[in-house]
């Protein structure tokens, strides 16, 4: 597939509501065409004309639920083959937040096959046209709980943590090339995702609650200003200074080839 007008294409998954809806606006002002992708083909047929009205871009709503792998795999073909793409924003989650000893089989799978699954196989589809160019951005949204777990998010928390561990190893591998891998981390966000979570957005304390505008926003100014990764709403940015120095210790920490003297072997 070509875009005839070799305009750049952003693509962002899970784009019919909430962070990724106001990514298509932002993206959309920064003068991308867009393609949006999600099941609900009325919010994103909707949001693909209101936007492209508002900023004067093309906008092509793809339907597809990226739990299933006919669909992920149609999505991997635009991404390999489109040509245009040069955002890859992987923003589709699902949370089900709930003690994993209560969550079924089917909860725990669908958060991982779209969390964890999806986004890593629309990543390794993009990354060769992206190497290739030497030129290309991927914005993987993971979460504040990628570095924290709570009794009711053991699933979920560990989705975000393979996405902030498979981002930082894909910024190490592409170090050297043009393409970029921004890893964001919000914290509570007023979308759709909690009272689908089992956690209704009414239940949680409004002053940490951010608006999806000021998560994307701080996102976005945070990859202007070259961050890599982007903690929106985190004052104080020396905390993943001292956190990314105590993890740098404990791995090598770790290299000492001997069980640690207070096991008292040997
Ligand atoms: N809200 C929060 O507090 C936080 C959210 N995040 C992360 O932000 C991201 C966006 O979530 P948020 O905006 O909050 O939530 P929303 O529920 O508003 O948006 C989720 C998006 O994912 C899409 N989606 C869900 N299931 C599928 C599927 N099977 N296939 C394709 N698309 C799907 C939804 O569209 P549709 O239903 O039409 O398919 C929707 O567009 C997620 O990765 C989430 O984990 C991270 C930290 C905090
Ligand atoms: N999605 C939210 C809740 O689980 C989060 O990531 O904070």
Redesign the pocket.
């Known amino acids: 597939m070509t875009n005839p007008s070799s305009k750049k294409v952003a693509l962002i ?9 106001v990514y298509a606006d932002r993206l959309a002002a920064r003068g991308y065409d867009l393609i949006l ?4 083909a009325d ?2 047929e909707a949001l693909c004309t209101q936007i492209s009205k508002a900023h004067g871009i093309k906008a092509e709503p793809v339907v ?5 792998d006919q ?1 992920v795999a149609r999505i991997e073909t635009i991404l390999a083959t489109h040509g245009d793409v040069h955002v890859l924003v ?6 089900r937040l709930a003690p994993a000893a209560q969550t079924s089989a089917n909860d725990a799978l ?1 958060q991982i ?3 964890i699954t ?1 986004l890593t196989r629309l990543t390794q589809a993009v990354m060769p046209a992206f190497v290739a160019r030497n030129q290309g951005l991927i914005i993987n ?5 990628a570095v924290h777990s709570l009794p009711i998010s053991a699933i ?1 928390s560990g989705t ?1 943590a393979f996405v902030l561990q498979y981002s930082r190893g894909l910024q190490q591998e592409l170090a050297e090339t043009g393409v970029k891998v921004q890893l964001v ?10 009272d ?1 979570s089992g956690v209704p957005l009414a239940a949680l304390n409004k002053e940490t ?2 608006t ?1 505008e000021h ?1 994307v926003d701080a996102a976005l100014a945070g990859l202007d200003q070259g961050e890599m990764i982007t903690w929106p709403s985190v004052a104080d940015a020396s905390l993943w200074d001292k956190y990314e120095a105590a993890r740098t210790e404990l791995f090598a920490g770790t290299q000492a080839g001997t069980p640690a003297p207070r096991y008292k072997i040997g």
């Open positions: 998954t899970g784009a019919s509501s909430g962070i990724g809806a992708v999600a099941r609900r919010r994103l597809a639920d990226l739990t299933k669909d992987n923003n589709a989650g699902v949370a669908t096959a779209l969390n999806a949204i993971a979460s504040a709980l979920y975000k981390l919000p914290a509570a966000t007023a979308t759709e995702l909690w689908l609650l951010m999806t998560m």
